[in-house]
């Protein structure tokens, strides 16, 4: 008997032993429990469980247009210092979709890299939509500014009816813009006010861009630090012979200009660029300002200002129809040292109807140019660049020959 419940309690012992080796083990099954069955996002490196192959995509909703996301590219942008300076546009509403076209250029082929700013100016508000519009294309900062209406009218000083005959008289001669009150305000606005803009009193240097505008090359370096560093004020890419009717007095104002003002006139001038006989006469050469880069506080200067004062007082700006082209191109080749003008060779450009493109095709292979090199004006007889080259002495580039 005692033999039996000695069995029996060794029996009653095991089976505590086995219900607590149970709930042991169980309870240490709760934290393995923890681990998740499926991975459902987070940034943890845990894999999710691959679906069966061709299930993802019945699942998953489609796309419904092309991924073509604007982040999915790191910023190309140049990681160097940047100039004080910006592009500026005058233009109106009108010229939204020509301008748009024009930024598109500089920035594909420039300005993605550096993001400079851009100032647009007009005469009129700009709206909604042409301010829209740039400031999705530019990648700097956009500014819109209003001409005050002193910078853009006639002067006290001008006799309207003087200057209404003109217009009939150059309609009936077909001079282009000849009857066009617009487009003389445009000229003297751009002549002696743009650089004067408050928008503009922000920067020293300026890069003008025009309305349905191409570039042509890449250009891979800051164009406004090359200035800086090379003590470069002006510069150009094409340049051409003014149309005679539309200047018939300018080079007198001019001459009567530096006879009052003769300590603004540069002693290293260009003057062989603008006169065939050291002063006596305009040959009518100019740089096409269409394009420029340049320096503001130049343009802001005493010299300057006394020079574009002296010219708005001789009228020519409504009794003929003197362009900004030769206004500036005069101001730079006489009053800046011959070292301070600059040809950017490099840039490739296109304003209706003229092309400038790079001379040397090894140049153009490496700077995917995509400009027709028989296109190229600067060669041409009615281009004043090889005068621009004689003057500076200048050895032309090679392959210049073909062009021409
Ligand atoms: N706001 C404004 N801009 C003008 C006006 N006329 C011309 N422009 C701008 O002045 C620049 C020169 O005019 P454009 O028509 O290109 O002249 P062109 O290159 O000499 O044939 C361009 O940037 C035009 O957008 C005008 O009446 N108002
Ligand atoms: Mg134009």
Avoid at 13 to 31: G, K, Q, R, Y
Avoid at 154 to 165: G, L, V, Y
């Amino acid at each position: 008997m005692a033999g039996t419940q000695r069995y029996l309690r060794y029996i009653v012992f095991a089976l505590v032993c086995l219900i607590l080796l149970f709930f042991i083990s169980s309870s240490s099954s709760v934290t393995s429990a923890n681990w998740p069955s499926s991975y459902t996002g987070g940034d943890s490196a845990v894999p999710s469980p691959q679906p069966p192959h061709g299930k993802e995509q019945q699942t998953e909703p489609k796309p419904s247009s092309t991924p073509n996301n604007d982040k999915a590219l790191p910023p190309a942008t140049d990681a160097g210092e940047r100039m004080n300076a910006t592009f500026v546009t005058l233009a109106r509403n009108s010229d939204l979709w020509e301008i748009a076209k024009s930024i598109r250029h500089v920035e594909d082929r420039f300005n993605r890299k550096f993001n400079y700013d851009w100032v647009f100016l007009n005469d009129d508000d700009f709206n909604d939509e042409f301010k829209k519009v740039t400031s999705a294309l530019v990648s700097g900062k956009t500014k819109y500014g209003k001409i005050p209406e002193e910078h853009w009218s006639f002067p006290d000083f001008i006799d309207q009816d003087r200057a209404a005959k003109v217009r009939e008289e150059m309609k009936e001669k077909k001079i282009i813009y000849g009857d066009s009150i617009s487009y003389r305000h445009m000229c003297r606005y751009e002549s002696g006010f743009f650089f004067r803009h408050p928008l503009m009193l922000d920067y020293e240097w300026y890069w003008r861009v025009e309305p349905s505008i191409e570039l042509y090359c890449d250009i891979n370096y800051d164009t406004f630090k090359f200035m800086a560093d090379n003590k470069k004020k002006y510069s150009f890419v094409l340049s051409l012979y003014e149309y005679v009717e539309t200047i018939p007095t300018l080079w007198d104002a001019v001459k009567n200009f530096t006879a009052t003002y003769p300590q603004h006139i540069e002693k290293d001038n260009s003057m062989t660029f603008l006169s065939e006989d050291d002063g006596k006469t305009y040959n009518h050469c100019h740089f096409w300002s269409n394009f420029e880069i340049g320096n503001l506080n130049w343009l802001r200067s005493d010299a300057y200002i006394d020079y574009f004062t002296s010219l708005d007082h001789a009228g020519g700006f409504f009794y003929e129809r003197w362009g900004d082209a030769p206004v500036h191109s005069i101001a730079a080749a006489l009053m800046l040292k011959k070292e301070e003008l600059h040809f950017f060779n490099d840039i490739a450009y296109y304003h209706v109807p003229f092309t400038h493109c790079p001379t040397g095709e090894q140049y153009r292979l490496d700077h995917k140019c995509h400009c027709n090199p028989k296109d190229n004006f600067d060669w041409n007889g009615y281009s004043c660049t090889a005068r621009f080259y004689e003057t500076n002495n200048m050895k032309k580039p090679e392959g210049y020959e073909k062009d021409q």
